[in-house]
């Protein structure tokens, strides 16, 4: 038995399993396992890998799942995760579905878990062990090195402007080259204390406590706080565009960061940890 992100066990799946993937990542992750031929279905956001995943049907997106389509695929299993799915489209999923795997990988090193509880339920436990060794070796390479601490914010959105809080898959794959996010736990705190500080022009905090996906607005007293902007491909399509722009903005160094790389999980951990190595021997 294996156990997934809630503590609910899952025995070994039989060879003619039909997996459905709600989850970008996990997607690319039961390919990469080796487990393609499985797949009967996939949200409209799983991309990868090309062109391998236009086989598997759609089924909607991450968030707005059209059951019926899903229903008709008669998957078995369904992997689907905390962040990134609702809640009542589980609840209803598991109405019409035996076996549904929820996932939440929540900083780097959650992936070696992740990797052996798909490989150990779809009988891909060598793969899965492969893919772990490559983890563990890129991993590896970051931790021999003291990074200089450099204070980032991530932008995620514009209008309002979004970014991400420490408590986050992001910020901890950020942290692997010394990459702090801003805000940290005190400015969480902060913001709390004195939500109103928003209303004026010169708000530097974020608009609620305990926010994983804050927004804020730019001023001098946040831009002092910064070494590093980072604007994200995803889920906001920034471009290099926006980074000069802001850049001039700001006069402060934006970044475009490929947003792929950064948060997703999965196999894509192993890429993201050596773009983030080359990222930062850049910046």
Known sequence: ??????????????????????????????????LGDRLVARTGFCIHPEPQVRAVAKVGGTKDVQLDKLRALAPTHVVVNIDENRRETVDEIRGFVPNVIVTHPCAPRDN?????????????????ETLCTRLEQALARLEARAWPTRRVLYAIWQDPWMTVSRDTYISRMLALIGWQTWPDAQDADDA?????????????????????????????????ELDLVLLS???????????????RQLGLPVLLVDGEMVSWYGSRAIDGIAYLETLARQA
């Open 1 to 34: 038995m294996w156990q997934d992100a809630l503590g609910q066990p899952h025995p070994r799946a039989a060879a003619d399993a039909r997996i459905a993937s709600l989850v970008p990542s996990v997607t690319e992750l039961l390919f990469a396992l080796g």
């Open 112 to 128: 070696l878990e992740l990797y052996r509880l798909l490989g150990g339920i779809f009988d891909r436990e060598a793969e899965a």
């Open 192 to 224: 709390g204390a004195a939500p109103q500080a928003c209303v004026d022009g010169d708000c530097a905090r974020p608009n609620a406590p305990g926010q994983r996906y804050p927004s804020f607005r730019w001023s001098e007293a946040l831009v002092r």
């Open 233 to 247: 491909t995803e889920p906001y399509r920034f471009t290099e565009d926006h980074a000069d722009a802001l850049e």
